[in-house]
């Protein structure tokens, strides 16, 4: 059987046919009309303010935008692997869709914490960002190199803001120029 045939729902009686077209017609539109809700395209960007159209992020955005990071670093330099583009967006990607999932079915978490995949892309790029520093730092007595960077550094750049309750009102920034003439 040829992709056409199919395509065309060759062999059903009429009213079966037309029925079909109106599902794939259904199923097409529907799926455009989320991607267009969800605003995809943009989270296929480095831009900081896509991170923020699911409104469980405004805590992280809010404390990363007042952090020294934000002045050097965007969300993805952080958040995505960096040694291949098409790792970078599978990653992202898979994230996507993870989290997607978990805000659609309403199971994200009040406090909002790396999974141990996450883990080890943020220490990575951690090491990636600040070779030079421990290059040039001697470490303390008792301290090893094989420890994770946020044993320590925690709060960068997020600060101590941890849930959705612990910031309410975080500010969601203007849309764009660009967003604003829509």
């Not at 199923?27 to 831009?47: E, K, P, R, T, W």
């Not at 955005?61 to 330099?77: E, F, G, P, T």
């Not at 550094?153 to 803001?161: A, D, I, K, L, N």
Request: proline residues 6%.
């Amino acid at each position: 059987m040829k992709l056409v045939d199919v395509l065309t729902l060759k062999g059903l009686p009429k009213p079966f046919r037309y029925l079909g077209f109106a599902f794939m017609g259904l199923f097409v539109g529907g799926g455009i009309y989320v991607l267009n809700l969800s605003n995809a395209v943009s989270y296929l960007s480095d831009d900081p303010e896509a991170c923020i159209n699911c409104h469980v992020m405004v805590p992280q955005y809010a404390s990363w935008k007042h952090s020294s990071h934000a002045r050097v670093a965007s969300c993805n330099d952080c958040h995505v692997p960096h040694d291949s583009t098409l790792r970078k967006y599978w990653f992202k990607a898979n994230d996507g869709a993870r989290h997607s999932y978990l805000y659609t079915m309403r199971q994200e978490r009040q406090v909002i914490t790396a999974i141990e995949e996450s883990k080890k892309v943020i220490q990575a790029n951690c090491m990636r960002c600040h070779s030079n520093l421990l290059e040039s730092t001697t470490a303390p007595v008792g301290h090893s190199f094989d420890r994770s960077c946020m044993d320590c550094h925690r709060e960068v750049p997020h600060g101590r803001v941890h849930s959705l309750s612990s910031a309410p009102n975080a500010a969601v920034p203007n849309p764009s120029p660009k967003e604003s003439k829509k």
